[in-house]
């Protein structure tokens, strides 16, 4: 892959922030992401997480700069990171080469960017790209089964699934940042008979997801290969896409998910990149008795380290448990590493058409769910389709989610003889 270990990784590395050590965010991390502080008219502008702070880029660009990265460092500075993800992977590399080198204990910088730090209770966040398209794709095959096994118990699995990434194109309009509220959904519901019944949404569900974030993109009419694709990844981010359950099953056939999708879907406020993501790869494979990729799908480089080890949760607090002060409920725990699919073969079979994807585009996994109980991505899985409703530590049950209901994604990356990274989190409140 295109993004090598070096330096930035080396795990006894540490920060002149004491916050960063042992926090979702240390010096191996630099998650970037766009911020302005809480309360004011300033404009957003790029930063990088460290610690319980962030980096105001545009102050670290006025107080003199970091040298070489100078150039990456001025993308960086506007109101969305496009022109940054737009530069490519040189641009990232050198810029987080830079802030490693300025933020490490003993650095000649430190009187510098400690005059660049907000704190993040202080700091407003906003989404970290102009979104331009949304595309979801569906790549945990044991979440595939689980549904198909509530819909279609004796053939779960469709015939294609196993060829090709399935995906569709979501409405990126209402791609919003962690924190925003979530209203819940109207629409038309299956009947039971007659006419069908149109009102709000009483089957409101979570999914837990990865988004992955195009960084340079490719021209009208020519492919990405897949020994090329990460090179137009920039990183990922937590993504929760939200799914009315009801209004989705009256609506999808013939065309697909609608009204029961592009509602919402929240992202986190950081995007790892790829190059800190470097140290949790793993190798990618099949089960030898199911269908190799076909030959535009498969390299050597995505055999070997294609995968990702990305921890996920998913959290669950209510009205109630929030009044009685009790900390959020583990609903589930999954990883990327089930995905059926990797990361650039989604990348690959998006563009094996031609198709142009431009900076700042947003890729969603799809719901990562695991193979086991417990490691259900979504309620609909965890609950049967609401057939067999779950009781929370505090009394409460649940079939799917209520109005003060909030859900809580969190991941990280962890492996032996390297720093533990953090994705952060993604909330979202159910309003009615």
């Avoid at 919003?176 to 009947?191: D, F, T």
């Avoid at 969603?364 to 769910?369: A, P, Y």
Wanted: glycine content about 12%; overall charge negative.
């Amino acid at each position: 892959m295109s993004r090598d270990l070096d330096d930035t990784h080396d795990p006894d590395l540490e920060s002149f922030l004491a916050s960063a050590q042992k926090s979702a965010f240390p010096i191996q991390n630099l998650p970037f992401g766009v911020f302005r502080r809480a309360g004011t008219d300033e404009a957003f502008r790029g930063c990088v997480a460290i610690g319980d702070q962030v980096v105001d880029l545009l102050a670290v660009q006025a107080s003199g700069g970091l040298g070489s990265a100078d150039d990456a460092l001025a993308l960086t500075v506007g109101e969305t990171l496009n022109p940054f993800m737009d530069a490519g992977s040189e641009a990232s590399g050198a810029l987080r080469r830079a802030l490693v080198s300025a933020l490490r204990k003993g650095s000649t910088r430190e009187e510098q960017l400690r005059g660049c730090l907000v704190a993040m209770s202080a700091a407003e966040f906003a989404l970290p790209a102009r979104v331009g398209d949304y595309t979801d794709f569906y790549t945990s095959v044991h979440h595939a089964t689980n549904i198909g096994r509530l819909f279609r118990p004796d053939n779960p699995l469709l015939p294609n699934y196993k060829w090709i990434p399935i995906g569709y194109h979501g409405r990126s309009s209402s791609v919003i940042v962690s924190g925003a509220p979530i209203p819940r959904p109207r629409g038309q519901k299956r009947p039971s008979d007659g006419a069908p019944p149109f009102g709000l949404s009483s089957r409101l569900d979570y999914e837990l997801e990865l988004g992955v974030y195009i960084g340079r993109g490719n021209a009208l009419g020519t492919p990405i290969g897949i020994g090329d694709a990460e090179d137009h990844a920039f990183g990922v981010s937590l993504l929760n896409d939200w799914s009315a359950r009801d209004i989705q099953a009256w609506e999808y056939q013939p065309l697909g998910p609608f009204l029961g999708k592009n509602f919402a879907t929240s992202v986190s406020p950081f995007i790892v990149t790829m190059e800190a993501l470097a140290p949790f790869r793993s190798g990618f494979s099949r089960n030898a008795d199911d269908p190799q990729p076909l030959a535009y799908l498969t390299s050597n480089e995505n055999s070997s380290a294609g995968a990702l080890d990305i921890s996920l949760e998913v959290e669950l607090t209510t009205t109630r448990s929030r009044a009685e002060g009790s900390a959020p409920f583990s609903l589930g725990k999954s990883s990327y590493g089930h995905a059926y699919w990797t990361l650039a073969q989604m990348i690959t079979h998006h563009t094996v058409n031609g198709c142009n994807l431009r900076a700042g585009d947003l890729l969603g996994t799809g719901t990562l769910s695991g193979p086991d109980a417990g490691s259900e991505g979504a309620l609909i899985e965890l609950t049967k389709s609401g057939r067999e409703p779950i009781t929370l530590p505090n009394g409460e049950t649940r079939s799917f989610l209520e109005d003060g209901d909030e859900v809580i994604l969190r991941g990280h990356c962890e492996r032996e003889g390297f720093a533990r990274i953090g994705l952060g989190e993604v909330r979202g409140r159910i309003v009615g």
